[in-house]
């Protein structure tokens, strides 16, 4: 009977007007009715279980009036609170916060919101209009083009770490400045979904963004593809912008900056200085208007040491820094990250995957995940196109999670041959290489300090 009430009750919440949210002690989401999903654009499936700084990065535990009131076990009443949503957008609201109890133990909070995002824009306008009446001039504004090149937003950052909020709300206030940002971490950690995320909360949200990766280019023609060139300055040219023209408004991302020729390195210091780029071959200068976000996948350290990075522009761009964590630095979202990937490519492949099994978590929580993220998720992508199941077992794992990996045959005791032992580590070997190179050949024998074409042998002759 009990149940039938709170059913009711639930579906009666989603007709009021105002926004109701609900946490538990860990600040978890676990009601958002029908108002609150829709004035802060959020659907509920994306919500429920996430921590609530998750889905509102501008927030902190000190500015959210529902962690506030959990916090220090009182009432906050009709207190407004403006914060930008994971799409970017500015949200203004007048909240009610009261801590929820189970005798004297805090179990949750309660949260009703009034949207007063409308009001406040229109009251906003009255004023930038009578600041238009006394400007003698207007500017005209550039049509922006929807598509702004990305593919994510703060919410699409899975992980509840405490590491990994405090970053998301770096991340944030970094979005909310013009400053250059320099982020590091390993290969497969996501660093690009704070990139992307970073440029979509800030103004220049409607502006193009443009990532190049400066590894991916030799020296010459990643100068013509940065600055742009002009008929004649060498064989085949042409009158034809760069990527800082393209990006103008916007914001531009150096991957692998570190993989920039230095003389090149020293043009993007003049350029981040000046504000101004001078195309191959060209006499002019042009005026540019982009933010500079790059990146970097090895010890800062050694680069310093190795001089692949010039001084005086870590400098320059380091001027907000931040370094995403490796997933074996954060296995305790190893079970949230787990579930969104199993629920991702059940939908891609019409499968019905539920969960995996308990000795499958000991040996992801034993792994030291070199590929991190990227390599868990194109694991269970890969389980969830083969098989056909509802747990993830152990003999559904790729080869290299097995315990057969180190050559011992626990069935029945015996040592595995030699030379098959050792042809299954270099496999694993190679694939960890090209894994951690996005399959980059060249790169990965760098890694593992072989000659290319050896690499390339070794690649056909064990089937990979």
């Known amino acids: 009977m009990k149940e039938k009430y709170y059913d009711a009750i639930i579906n009666i919440l989603d007709y009021i007007d105002e926004g109701i949210q609900i946490v538990d002690e860990k600040g978890r989401i676990v009601y958002y009715n029908k108002a609150a999903r829709v004035h802060d654009g959020i ?199 760069g990527l800082f023209e393209l990006a103008d408004g916007g914001t531009l991302f150096l991957d692998e900056i570190n993989s920039m020729p230095l003389e090149l390195q020293a043009k993007l210091l003049r350029v981040l200085q000046d504000k101004k780029i001078r195309r191959v071959g060209g006499a002019k200068t042009i005026d540019v208007d982009v933010r500079i976000v790059a990146a970097y996948n090895s010890n800062l350290k050694d680069i310093l040491e190795k001089k692949e990075l010039r001084r005086d522009l870590f400098y320059r761009l380091n001027v907000i820094s931040m370094t995403v964590p490796d997933l074996k630095d954060r296995k305790d979202d190893l079970p949230i990250l787990l579930d969104f990937f199993i629920e991702k490519h059940n939908k891609k492949n019409n499968k019905f995957i539920k969960e995996v099994s308990t000795e499958v978590m000991e040996i992801f929580m034993k792994y030291e995940w070199p590929g991190n993220v990227r390599e868990l998720e194109h694991v269970i992508e890969g389980i969830s196109s083969i098989y056909d199941i509802d747990i993830i077992r152990e003999e559904h794992l790729p080869y290299h999670f097995t315990e057969n990996n180190l050559g011992i045959n626990t069935s029945n005791g015996k040592i595995e041959p030699l030379n098959k032992a050792l042809e299954r580590k270099e496999k694993e070997l190679i694939l960890t290489a090209l894994n951690k190179t996005d399959g980059n050949v060249s790169r990965a024998a760098e890694l593992l300090e072989i000659p290319r074409q050896t690499l390339q042998y070794r690649i056909k002759k064990l089937d990979i």
Do not use: W
């Not at 609201?93 to 004297?104: A, C, E, Q, V, Y």
């Not at 003698?136 to 598509?147: E, I, M, T």
């Open 43 to 241: 659907e509920d499936e994306e919500a429920i279980g996430r921590h609530i700084l998750e889905i509102y990065p501008s927030l902190t535990f000190d500015t959210s009036t529902i962690l506030k009131s959990m916090q220090t076990l009182t009432s906050i009443m009709n207190k407004e609170q403006e914060f930008v949503n994971y799409k970017g957008d500015k949200i203004s609201t007048i909240n009610s916060s009261l801590p929820i109890r189970s005798g004297k133990k805090i179990i949750g909070a309660i949260e009703i919101s009034k949207n007063i995002t409308t009001v406040r824009e229109l009251s906003e306008k009255i004023v930038d209009l009578q600041s238009e009446l006394y400007k003698p001039k207007f500017k005209n504004k550039k049509k922006k083009d929807k598509n702004n090149g990305t593919s994510f937003t703060f919410v699409d950052i899975i992980g509840q770490n405490k590491e990994m909020l405090k970053l998301k709300t770096l991340a944030f206030k970094a979005s909310q400045t013009d400053s250059p940002v320099l982020i590091g971490g390993s290969t497969g950690t996501g660093k690009e979904l704070f990139v992307h995320s970073i440029h979509n909360s800030s103004t220049r949200k409607d502006s193009p963004f443009i990532a190049q990766n400066c590894a991916a280019l030799p020296a010459n023609l990643l100068e013509s593809i940065l600055f742009g060139s002009v008929k004649g300055s060498f064989t085949g040219a042409n009158d034809r912008p």
